[in-house]
């Protein structure tokens, strides 16, 4: 199983950000999203597909559409600029952990 | 504090093996899987595999089977990952993430802040 994600996606302060998560074999399965800024640990900022964890601020949200996860972000700050990955528990050949490529937001 | 808190940065040899620790503090320990992942420069992150803290067992990534070790001291709640033969590949930053047990789903809530491997002749 693999997970795609776009290098990049650049958008302007203020304005909606979307980073999608693409993958064969994600339905039924529930996709997690991590921050993470340069020099740090990544952060959990979404997890089974659209929760959030206590202090990620409601301007961070997912969803999901068939094979297609997308981890929205509402008026984005200088702040959030970050490389993004989205992960999944795979089931189907044994258990094991897949990441995505990740994506690194610009805020422009 | 919650937090996870990891060895120092090594530099290792081809061939040779590395062994990172990883102190969990805040919470109580063996309620949870830790997982060890990596990511090497410019690239993604990379799973190798998780430990059950209270029991011990292990589940490791096909990719590093035979040459990864999980162990754990419960003692001094610190986990441990050990693997052998390494090469250039192996240079990364390697991070531990705890998944709490009865979650429902592999997720990491709590990471630790990574440690560096940099294997070089």
């Known amino acids: 199983s693999e997970l795609t994600q776009p290098p990049s996606v650049s958008v302007a302060p203020g304005q909606t950000a979307r980073i999608t998560c693409v993958g064969n074999?994600?339905?039924?399965?529930?996709i997690h999203w991590y921050q993470q800024r340069p020099g740090q640990a990544p952060l959990l900022v979404v997890y089974?597909?659209?929760d959030r964890p206590s202090g990620i601020p409601e301007r961070f949200s997912g969803s999901r559409s068939g094979n297609t996860a997308t981890l929205t972000i509402s008026r984005v700050e200088a702040g959030d600029e970050a490389d993004y990955s989205c992960?999944?528990?795979?089931?189907?050949?044994?258990?094991?952990?897949?990441f995505g490529g990740g994506s690194k937001l610009t805020v422009l | 504090q919650v937090q996870l808190v990891q060895s120092g940065a090594e530099v290792k040899k081809p061939g040779a093996s590395m062994h990172v620790s990883c102190k969990a503090s805040?919470?109580?320990?063996?309620?949870?899987?830790m997982h060890w992942m990596r990511q090497a420069p410019g690239q993604g992150l990379e799973w190798l595999g998780w430990?059950?803290?209270?029991?011990?067992?292990?589940n490791y990534a096909q990719k590093f089977q035979g040459r990864v070790t999980m162990t754990r001291d419960t003692s001094i709640s610190t986990t441990y990952l050990d693997l052998s033969s390494l090469t250039s590949d192996d240079s990364a930053v390697y991070y531990c993430?705890?998944?709490?047990?009865?979650?429902?789903?592999?997720?990491?809530?709590?990471w630790g802040r990574g440690t560096l491997v940099n294997v070089s002749s």
């Open positions: 993430a705890r998944q709490e047990m009865g979650s429902g789903d592999w997720f990491f809530d709590l």
């Open positions: 805040g919470y109580k320990f063996t309620l949870y899987y």
């Open positions: 430990i059950n803290l209270y029991t011990g067992g292990t």
């Open positions: 074999k994600i339905g039924g399965k529930s």
């Open positions: 089974n597909d659209r």
């Open positions: 992960q999944m528990w795979d089931t189907t050949s044994g258990h094991h952990v897949i």
